[in-house]
């Protein structure tokens, strides 16, 4: 079993930054990658970036150059950061961070991130 913990969501004018936060614990050691899904209201989920755990990363057209993924830590303790800049209204959302491990999906509890313009 993993764990997840988030926070760091809000709301921000267009053109801030954010950073979010997913705290894991539990059966850290069997992560093979951990990324953030995003959902806007009425839209599908939709994977945002993600990175693994030799720090390969991918990210959404939509944020390349604006979003950097991060992961801290090691065996005993990690967190994965999420920075956004330059955030648009369409940034718009509720975030959740999400690890795999042992070919299961583990979910945060969601964030909202709100972008005014």
């Known amino acids: 079993q993993v764990q997840l913990v988030e926070s760091g969501g809000g709301l921000v004018q267009a053109g801030g930054s954010l950073r979010l936060s997913c705290a894991a614990s539990g059966r850290i050691f069997s992560i093979s990658a951990m990324g953030w899904y995003r959902q806007a209201p009425g839209k599908q989920r939709e994977l945002v970036a993600s990175?693994?755990?030799?720090?390969?990363?991918?990210?959404a057209d939509s944020v390349k150059g604006r979003f950097t993924i991060s992961i801290v830590g090691d065996n005993a303790k990690r967190t994965e950061y999420l920075q956004m800049n330059s955030l648009k209204p369409e940034d718009t959302g509720v975030y959740y961070c999400?690890?795999?491990?042992?070919?299961?999906?583990?979910w945060g509890q969601g964030t909202q991130v709100t972008v005014s313009s």
């Open positions: 990175i693994t755990s030799g720090g390969i990363t991918n990210y």
């Open positions: 999400y690890a795999d491990a042992l070919s299961l999906k583990y």
